[in-house]
């Protein structure tokens, strides 16, 4: 699903040079749900944005779902976005004055979708991860928990094969970040690709393979 | 994405700064709203002005001794031109089968006396032809009789002031005036008018354009007035008298004014006015556009991480410039709609507070006030705009709220 071969990235600030990743290679075949650790600088954002086709590595080879998207021109990249991957944010990233269900509709919007369709595919989205009875609230009427979860319903309303995840549960108690946590391990044994990037060493058995970065290298490489 | 869903996504935006929005919406309503009421202004003194032309009607021309080279102004007097004669008049109706109507026209100023009473007036010297070509209308009484116009018969038309400083309360119809050295009998009452085209016709005294020749003893007449069908004939009829009175005169020693070269060259004079007033007007627009711009600037500054989000869910980057673009002219279109609203009332006011000056709005100044608030919008929201799209999604991302 995921084929990363030799990707490099760094980054320039004036006269510095900053290598985010040097090298990298990595292979994350269809259903695995991945957990990315490594403390702070140490390449695991910057990994999880090319791997979302938000940032473009400087060096080497990245096939998504097949595809080579290295040199893709960036309209081929916004439809790898809408289409093959989902992003949930540690700050949920929900658009506070739509409610629930215009924040879900929102990549069907700019999908071009048109808006009876729409509102009955947010609908069930939602319904999916347990907020049907939230769908005319907005998020600052919703607990943590509650926003995640309409952010969720939100990734997974274009039905990616790919769920991206940076922090999920950062901003979230413990007992709404389990809930979330649980609704993730749910989504991949549907058959859904996740990769999470987190903080959190009780998250760190949580998927199929544990990943550690250091210095923008593949530390340490688990299957657990 | 549909224009709806643009039109509901700035909307919002819109509605989620309620102040901020109505602050801008207000400096584009004065833009468009002084523009508005400076062309309203402009084109009712334009009707006005073109107003008091329209009664004498644009299917007329003037023939008149003397060449000048300018259209538009009433030749200056000549002493070695060659006179336009009755004779010319006459030649000019039976000759152009086009000429529907001719009146033709000597003016005399004398006095006029009545039983010890006497004032000074113009007489106007023409024939019956002269009351319908310059719309006017016989009160009492009759016209001048339909006659060989060189016949020098004493009766004369005279206004309502003439007829009440002269006669009072009573009918002046069958009386004799003494106009000049001769006794006129009046024979009419013109109605009411009062000023048209710089003559008080209230004042006036029509006889004869023989006796009034007579009168001030000369041949030349002030003038000829020619009515043709209609005013798409003017000016093939101008080019038939001035090869006819060539013809007559050997040379061009006259001058052709047509109604309607009156009418455009006022118009076009009333017009760059009302432009360059309105031009300035538009200064206040302009500003108001740097408000919409700056107001946008603030909105992708503080919706980076919303940007960034559009982009990670799959907004291509012309969507999101569509997405700017589509609030900014929307503020400007709200902004237009208020604006007019404020100068269409503000014009209904003004012709409230002066009557004499009926105000009217012209469609075109509301469309195009629109259309121009409309572009101003795009056109200052073009640069916030174009920030906006250019983020790439991970800086927008990383401006997290």
């Keep these: ?224 | 994405m549909s224009p709806r869903d643009l039109l509901s996504i700035s909307m919002g935006a819109l509605a989620a700064h309620r102040v901020r929005t109505r602050f801008t919406v207000a400096a584009v309503s004065i833009g468009v709203a002084s523009v508005l009421l400076l062309i309203s202004l402009g084109h009712s003194a334009q009707e006005y002005v073109l107003n008091q032309f329209a009664g004498v009607g644009s299917n007329l021309m003037f023939v008149v001794p003397g060449k000048v080279e300018t259209t538009g102004g009433p030749p200056m007097a000549s002493g070695t031109t060659r006179d336009v004669t009755l004779e010319d008049a006459e030649a000019l109706l039976r000759q152009l089968p086009r000429v529907h109507r001719m009146a033709p026209i000597a003016v005399g100023v004398t006095m006029a006396s009545y039983e010890g009473r006497s004032r000074s007036i113009t007489v106007i010297g023409s024939t019956s032809e002269f009351v319908p070509l310059r719309n006017l209308k016989v009160a009492a009484g009759s016209n001048l009789p339909e006659m060989d116009a060189a016949r020098a018969m004493r009766v004369c038309l005279i206004g309502v002031k003439i007829q009440l400083e002269l006669f009072g309360e009573r009918s002046p119809l069958g009386e004799f005036v003494k106009i000049g050295d001769e006794k006129y009998r009046v024979i009419g009452l013109i109605a009411p008018e009062g000023e048209s085209m710089g003559v008080n016709i209230d004042e006036l005294v029509l006889a004869p354009v023989a006796s009034v020749l007579k009168m001030v003893n000369r041949r030349g007449l002030f003038r000829v007035m020619l009515q043709v069908g209609s005013h798409e004939e003017v000016r093939e009829v101008r080019r038939e008298v001035i090869r006819l009175l060539k013809e007559r005169h050997d040379e061009e020693d006259f001058t052709i004014i047509t109604q309607q070269a009156v009418m455009d060259s006022l118009g076009s004079i009333l017009g760059m006015l009302t432009l360059a007033v309105s031009a300035i007007a538009a200064i206040s627009l302009a500003v108001a556009g740097i408000g919409i711009m700056n107001v946008m600037l603030i909105s992708v500054a503080e919706r980076t991480a919303e940007i960034g989000l559009m982009k990670a869910i799959g907004a291509s980057n012309r969507q999101v410039l569509a997405v700017f673009l589509a609030e900014a002219a929307t503020l400007a279109l709200l902004g237009g709609l208020v604006g007019a609203g404020v100068g269409i009332v503000g014009a209904k006011t003004v012709e409230l507070l002066v009557p004499a000056l009926p105000m009217s709005t012209p469609l075109w100044a509301i469309e195009s006030a629109l259309a121009v608030a409309i572009s101003i919008g795009i056109g200052f929201g073009v640069l916030p705009a174009l920030k906006a799209a250019r983020l790439t999604p991970l800086e927008a991302l990383r401006g997290r709220v």
Excluded at chain 1, 6 to 30: C, K, M, N, W
Excluded at chain 1, 81 to 110: C, D, M, W, Y
Excluded at chain 1, 170 to 178: E, Q
Excluded at chain 1, 188 to 197: P, S
């Design chain 1, 1 to 224: 699903m995921i084929r990363l071969e030799g990707i490099s990235r760094e980054f320039r600030t004036g006269q510095h040079v900053v290598y985010a990743l040097r090298d990298l290679t990595l292979h994350i075949p269809p259903g695995q749900f991945v957990v990315l650790m490594g403390p702070s600088g140490s390449g695991k954002s910057t990994l999880l944005n090319i791997i979302g086709c938000l940032d473009r590595p400087t060096d080497g080879r990245y096939t998504l779902d097949g595809r080579d998207v290295t040199g893709l021109p960036d309209k081929s990249l916004v439809e790898m976005r809408r289409n093959k991957l989902g992003f949930i944010f540690q700050t949920f990233h929900l658009v506070p004055r739509l409610n629930a269900s215009r924040n879900v509709e929102l990549p069907l919007v700019f999908a071009g979708v048109d808006a009876g369709d729409r509102r009955s595919r947010a609908q069930r989205s939602l319904e999916s991860v347990g907020l049907a009875e939230r769908v005319t609230h907005r998020p600052d009427e919703l607990s943590g928990g509650e926003r995640q979860r309409v952010a969720i319903a939100r990734a997974l309303v274009m039905d990616p094969p790919v769920l991206l995840a940076d922090e999920p549960t950062g901003n979230l108690d413990s007992a709404s970040g389990a809930e979330i946590v649980k609704l993730l391990v749910e989504l991949n044994r549907k058959g859904r690709t996740i990769v999470m990037v987190t903080h959190n060493e009780a998250l760190s058995k949580l998927g199929h393979r544990l990943i550690r970065l250091r210095d923008g290298a593949i530390e340490q490489d688990l299957s657990t």
